[in-house]
């Protein structure tokens, strides 16, 4: 039996968007007047989260920020500037400035970081805080240098890295100062990371620049293909949250219809879509996520080995809400998977907490300073 699921693009990304305003503002309360030494950002491609020390998080944007060509003035960031994407004149344009998990316009990336920092700042406050911020495992130590860079101009007094995978595992409680092994795997924007922690530190990990926006390329890619039908990125998130899934809904299948513009004809046209057909578009890159954890299990140390019999991996990050990627990764590694109980805030909770614990952390190497 298919389910049919009529909701707009808008409606899609405004649920999201609203589940993590109601979490954010229950742990938060009011952001107008805060005043920290200490923040922990989580800086994503799709969106990038703030927590700041003794408040909790208190900012959730997309990565997009408008600019007016002419002049590079930063028009609007965060949820105003996403509303702009593929809707903009001729002299504004509405861009992301991180790509794959890093920096990809340092100057955009630098107006966006600027943005949310005066947003928690009292307005009167001579204020440059230390900053914490999660970056991908893989990157270059260029890369790692843009984002210390672009923090630095935006005011931080001082800018500290942690990995996406650690900041995860702590967000999401596990043990990670234990003698035990323990399994995170943080499917986000730009890339999807992977590791096996244990006595606070990482013994084996993967990072790819496989993850959501890959799989947002590839619906697009295939409505362009199978239905001569032109969407724009908007469109491909709400297929993909909406009907996308990694493993089969037997009885639960569903359908939407999607809107966009005809390549042959140049008109605006509907189609009928189901999840079968979006699950098979986003086969390929979900199981290379699959193998890319069972090549991290396969360098496994056996002691740890044995202890992820038991505990297995937790699931973070937007991807975990892909429909049965647990269930996928159950199927073909053979361990416990659990989703984190709020897998977009995993990441920035974590620098939350690492906050706390910033000199520990340093000695065992698990931060970096500018």
Do not use: W
């Not at 219809?257 to 699950?279: F, M, Y």
């Not at 909770?349 to 500018?370: M, P």
């Amino acid at each position: 039996m298919n389910t049919t699921v009529q909701h707009s693009t808008a409606k899609t990304n405004k649920s999201l968007l609203k589940k993590l305003s109601n979490l954010i503002l229950h742990k938060a309360g009011n952001v107008s007047g805060m005043f920290s030494s200490d923040i922990g950002i989580d800086l994503g491609t799709a969106n990038t989260l703030v927590f700041v020390r003794g408040k909790g998080i208190v900012l959730a944007e997309p990565s997009v920020v408008a600019v007016d060509s002419e002049t590079n003035e930063v028009l609007a960031v965060g949820h105003k500037a996403k509303s702009m994407l593929g809707k903009t004149p001729r002299k504004i344009h509405a861009v992301r400035p991180m790509k794959d998990g890093v920096i990809a316009d340092f100057e955009i990336a630098e107006g966006l970081l600027k943005a949310l920092i005066k947003r928690i700042t009292p307005s009167r406050a001579f204020f440059r805080p230390k900053i914490l911020i999660a970056v991908p495992s893989g990157i270059t130590g260029v890369e790692k240098r843009a984002v210390e860079d672009s923090a630095l101009r935006a005011g931080a007094q001082e800018v500290i890295l942690i990995e996406e995978s650690m900041a995860a595992a702590i967000g999401v409680n596990l043990p990670v100062h234990e003698p035990s092994g323990n399994m995170i795997v943080d499917v986000g924007g730009g890339t999807t990371e992977i590791a096996i922690i244990s006595l606070g530190g990482i013994v084996e990990s993967r990072s790819m620049r496989i993850a959501g926006d890959e799989f947002d390329d590839c619906i697009v890619n295939y409505m362009r293909r199978t239905y001569n039908l032109m969407i724009g990125p908007r469109t491909a998130e709400e297929i993909k949250m909406s009907i996308g899934s990694a493993y089969p809904l037997g009885e639960n299948e569903l359908e939407m219809e999607v809107r966009g513009r005809d390549q042959v004809a140049g008109l605006p046209v509907t189609k009928r879509i189901n999840s079968v057909e979006i699950r098979e578009c986003l086969a390929e890159p979900i199981q290379q996520i699959i193998e890319s954890v069972k090549l991290t299990l396969e360098k496994c140390p056996p002691e740890l080995a044995a202890d992820l019999v038991e505990t297995g991996m937790v699931l973070a990050g937007g991807g975990a809400l892909i429909k049965g990627l647990d269930k996928a990764l159950i199927k073909e590694t053979g361990l416990p998977v659990v989703i984190a109980e709020n897998p977009l805030l995993a990441v920035c909770l974590g620098t939350g907490k690492a906050l706390e614990y910033i000199d520990k952390f340093k000695k065992r190497r698990l931060l970096t300073g500018s």
